[in-house]
């Protein structure tokens, strides 16, 4: 009898106390692409992120969010003061770095997305030369993150290539492949296109 | 006085008629339905059948007994003598010579007549059992498409009759024992002597022996007491309404135990594997049982996994939900008050009761009870926001599920609670404890001293042939594991 009231006890005060990590879906933004840009030491971060509407008729909102700091850490604290929800990260698929970014900068984004909770390896790296251009547009779903998801999945299957360039890839081989090898994704009148280095060769 | 019969075994009939009546007055002193009948023996010697009105059969004991022992014709030097009634007078087919007063009381308490006779000692116990029975009726809980449609009923010697039809052998052995302090009701060991691995009959006997109860109702009362693990959701003896089962399982060479009063027939030992077995397994092509067996293994693992898994996806796993899916269950979750475990548990329960209402209400009332409880009130409280589409869709799936075993009905309820609530607690860390705590408590138990898994002892076709799949007749060629005749035809190699 002793055990059971013991594993009772043990499971109220995991329950009551919060410390199991239950968090419900719909209570806070789910990102689904991030955009890391740096000016004249002037960090900023973009994110798209939806959010549930509090009415189950109504569709969940796209809305881009954006900070700046002295650090990433500080952009991103910044965009998080906005916000009334915590942002979810696990839905992330899509890491977009502005081309300006150099070598050392990539390092501290790579950093930052594995501290980031629950990081998901399977989110990609690409680069784009107008952060603004490419959050602000339109896309087929209205969710630019799982759209960048979808053109590069059509991309492989139509080119026969194998884009590697995923968190759990490029954490391996560190920055080697250097921002200049990165995927290109750029906005043109409102369509997404997706170019890679080397004249269309990708490793 | 305990209310034993046991409590008059040390008084005798006195052989004194007049004063051996009273005392079967005195003894029944409360009960209405006790009938005394005098008669003359031959229209000379005295005596008085006993009995209780409404249990005998009338007009059998009126032509066997009474209208025999009134047209005898006895010899000049004739002395009272049970022997010379029981050959020279009575037609009835079944009479027995006794001079213990319990053995007398258990007579007339189950239906026979007693006959006591002026200056006799002893006295005579004769069949003349007549109440009534439902008769024979498919159990409902059982019913089959294609096989015997024969049920028991609440007469145990009908009950065995109906065995005995099906084995005609002397190898089946019934023993008798009487449970219940009160009820002191008659409980038939059966096995087929030559397959019953004798231990196993010995535990049973021993367990049985140490029963101490006021009454036997129902099976179940016993199966509560004779159970290898007390706290157990598994159940650890079989149970059916069907005479074709019980024959089948003792042909494996497992023990069956018919209760006087109950259409349950327990059987022994009883596998985890038999969960998944349906009674019409076996008289359909192997293939489609085989099929129809695999999809009840892969319904368990739905029922009890799919609310838990799904509260471990929305609350702890974003990232292995598709994106479109999560942001589906995101906006369809939105303004719901309650936390999706909470809800889960919620339904759960709510499903439970309408399960619970639709059993016990009157059988037209039941399509109203499904309308109303799942359209009406699910439609209702998912347009209302009180609860979610997506985790009413998880648990109504997991729910249709839990059907294809309704053997498991009990247990699968509240595994199904435990792995919500692990899954709430620790995501899919907690499912995998969960599960892994049920495989470990599932392969601990033990019925009647065989493991519950031994199906999965050795995991050759062998050993598997009777439990994810049913193998064709032709190759069943042995029995269960645990008797001790295995080869049930042929070459088992």
Known sequence: MKKYVLVLLTAAVALLCGCTGYREIERGYLVTAIGFSVADSDFTITLEAISSSDATDKPSQAITLSGNGKSFDAAYSAIEKQLVKPLYFEQLGTVIIADTLNDTKIESVIDFCKKLPSTNYGIYFIKANNMETLFNTETASGVLGYDIIGIIKNFEKHNGVKISNQLYEISRSSIAKGVENMPTLNAFDGKLELGLANGGQYE | ?493
Not at chain 2, 40 to 61: E, F, H, K, P, W
């Open chain 2, 1 to 493: 006085m305990s209310g034993s019969v046991n409590d008059y075994k040390n008084i005798y009939l006195s052989g004194n008629l007049d004063k051996d009546i009273l005392l079967f007055k005195t003894i029944f002193k409360r009960d209405a339905v006790l009938r005394t009948r005098e008669v003359l023996i031959g229209g000379t010697t005295r005596c008085c059948l006993i009995y209780m009105d409404g249990m005998v059969n009338s007009a059998q004991q009126g032509e066997t007994v009474v209208e025999a022992l009134v047209e005898s014709v006895l010899p000049q030097d004739f002395l009272p003598s049970c022997e010379y009634i029981s050959k020279n007078i009575l037609f009835a087919n079944e009479v027995n010579e006794t001079d213990k007063l319990p053995d007398m009381l258990r007579a007339i308490l189950y239906g026979d007549t007693v006959l006591i006779a002026q200056n006799s000692r002893s006295a005579l116990t004769i069949n003349t059992k007549g109440w009534r029975t439902r008769g024979i009726k498919e159990p409902d809980s059982e019913r089959v498409l294609q096989g015997p449609r024969e049920g028991f009923d609440e007469a145990a010697m009908f009950n065995l009759a109906m065995i005995r039809r099906k084995l005609l052998t002397p190898d089946l052995c019934i023993e008798l024992m009487r449970i219940g302090r009160r009820s002191d009701t008659p409980v038939f060991i059966c096995y087929l002597g030559s397959l019953a691995d004798e231990k196993t009959v010995k535990e049973l006997k021993r367990r049985l022996s140490k029963i101490d109860i006021d009454g036997i109702l129902d099976s179940n009362y016993i199966a509560e007491n004779i159970r290898d693990c007390r706290y157990s959701l598994l159940k650890t003896t079989g149970a059916t309404e069907r005479p074709d089962i019980v024959a089948a399982r003792l042909l494996e060479g497992r023990i069956a135990l018919v209760v006087d009063g109950t259409p349950v027939v327990l059987t022994l030992p009883y596998l985890f594997s038999e969960n998944f077995q349906s009674d019409e397994d076996y008289y359909i092509n192997f293939l489609l049982a085989s099929l129809s067996r695999m999809l009840r293994w892969l319904c368990f693992f739905i029922t009890v996994s799919v609310p838990g898994v799904f509260v471990a996806l929305v609350t702890h796993h974003f990232e292995l939900l598709p994106t479109h899916f999560a942001l589906t269950v995101s906006r369809l979750r939105a303004g719901v008050p309650v936390a999706s475990a909470i809800e889960c548990l919620a339904l759960i329960f709510a499903f439970e009761i309408l399960k619970e209402a639709g059993l016990r209400m009157p059988q037209n009332l039941g399509h109203a009870l499904s309308v109303v409880g799942g359209l009406v009130v699910g439609q209702a409280a998912v347009e209302a926001g009180i609860i979610s589409a997506p985790i009413l869709i998880a648990v109504a799936f997991s729910a249709i599920a839990g059907l294809m075993v309704p053997r498991l009905m009990g247990a699968v309820f509240f595994w199904r609670l435990f792995i919500v609530i692990a899954c709430a607690m620790l995501g899919l860390y907690g499912y995998l404890i969960a599960t892994t705590l049920f495989v470990l408590r599932v392969f601990s138990i033990k019925s009647f001293g065989v493991d519950y898994t031994v199906s999965f002892s050795r995991p050759d076709f062998l050993h598997l042939k009777d439990s994810f799949f049913r193998a064709s007749w032709r190759s069943m060629k042995t029995r269960p594991l645990f008797n001790k005749n295995k080869i049930r035809k042929g070459d088992p190699n």
